[in-house]
């Protein structure tokens, strides 16, 4: 794969800017990679120009999902939220992000709490940007 990689952050509003900028600098991503924040009413745009997006369980995953965007979806929580989660919502419900709760089956990959973990993002990245098939079938 012969992309640039582009780190996008919406920001839900724009006085978090400072904030996230700060944070961004301070872990090292600036170094990395380059860095585009924008406005959550820009998202769309990013998603149209995306080869793959690893994005926080949620609405976005819908978002993503009706752009044809491949995604991972990601969660991370406390140890007591992600007891909670297990125990008493994902009996019931199987999933976290909204296109595999939707479809009550895994259309896109989810690492959850102690999954949710640079290496294991990583590798999740990895597999869906070399598996054409794998990605396709997601945005089907």
Do not use: M
């Amino acid at each position: 794969i012969d992309a640039e990689i582009v780190l996008v952050v919406v920001l839900a509003t724009d006085e978090l800017q400072p904030l996230v900028e700060r944070l961004l600098t301070r872990r090292g991503a600036t170094d990395t990679c380059r860095v585009l924040l924008l406005r959550s009413t820009d998202r769309f745009d990013a998603f149209s120009a995306a080869y793959l997006a690893l994005a926080a369980c949620g609405t976005v995953n819908v978002e993503l999902a009706a752009a044809a965007v491949p995604q991972v979806a990601v969660h991370a929580s406390n140890r007591l939220t992600a007891w909670f989660i297990r125990n008493v919502l994902r009996p019931t419900v199987g999933h976290a992000a909204l296109p595999n709760i939707l479809a009550g089956r895994r259309l896109l990959p989810e690492l959850l709490f102690e999954e949710c973990a640079p290496i294991h993002i990583a590798k999740a990245a990895l597999r869906l940007a070399a598996c054409p098939d794998t990605a396709r079938a997601q945005a089907a």
